[in-house]
């Protein structure tokens, strides 16, 4: 996996930039993360970040927007509206987890 340097911090990422090792990953890393894709975070924005990291390290895979509706209390519409386009591929990306199964 290659490693790149984000904010004088080396991090392991895979072919689509995203990160492969669950503990490189802090908050002020998603903040940039964020910002390179055109998103300002917000609390509602860390609300669906934390419940992704949370809900990664019992499941064992990165939640899919169905699960962070169901589980993570966190509509459809509103994943949307936080994470334009993409809001699956998005979130994991700044929550430092691999894609979705199932996202393209």
């Known amino acids: 996996m290659p490693v790149i340097e984000i904010q004088g ?6 072919e689509e930039g995203f990160l492969t090792e669950y503990d490189e990953w802090d908050e002020e890393l998603a903040a940039v993360l964020a910002q390179q894709i055109g998103i300002d975070l917000t609390d509602d924005h860390w609300k ?5 990291r949370a809900d990664f390290t019992t499941q064992g895979e990165t939640p899919t927007t169905r699960r962070v509706n169901a589980v ?14 993409k809001p699956g591929k998005k979130m994991s990306y700044i ?9 393209v």
């Open 9 to 14: 911090k080396p991090v392991h990422v895979n």
């Open 48 to 52: 669906v970040i934390r419940f992704l």
């Open 72 to 85: 993570g209390g966190v509509g459809v519409k509103e994943q949307f509206a936080l994470f334009p386009k």
């Open 95 to 103: 929550a430092g987890l691999p894609k979705p199964h199932g996202c």
